[in-house]
């Protein structure tokens, strides 16, 4: 990180986005790709869930995401139609949308291949 605000940034955003989503599907370990200033991949690193919690644990606590969580997606289940590929975004203006996805090859194959190899080569 270049500085505070870029750490704090990080762990506010980056982080906790990625330890809500891997927690809902029950992955454990995650990796993220760092730039340069000319959006270059220069390295990557892995993080573990318990690792995420405690590196921001000054940034926001489990306990209070967790009900926040808890709230949505009670809320967003109650708009869903079974069956339905759905992104819930939540933007930082505080409000929340839902919207159906047509596509259902979400996530684009190279991706896919690229995360399996990173895992397959994580410690």
Known sequence: MQ???HRRA??????LNTYLQCYLVGINYTFFGFRDQKGFITHTKGYSLPN????CAKEWKKDTI????NEVLEWAFDQIETGKLYHLHYSR??????N??????????WFIDYTNKCYENAD
């Open 10 to 15: 990080f762990e506010k955003g980056k982080l």
């Open 100 to 109: 159906q996805v047509q596509n259902e090859n979400y996530l684009p194959g």
């Open 3 to 5: 500085n505070d605000y």
């Open 93 to 98: 203006e505080d409000y929340i949308q839902l």
């Open 52 to 55: 995420i919690e405690q590196r």
């Open 66 to 69: 967790m009900w926040f969580l």
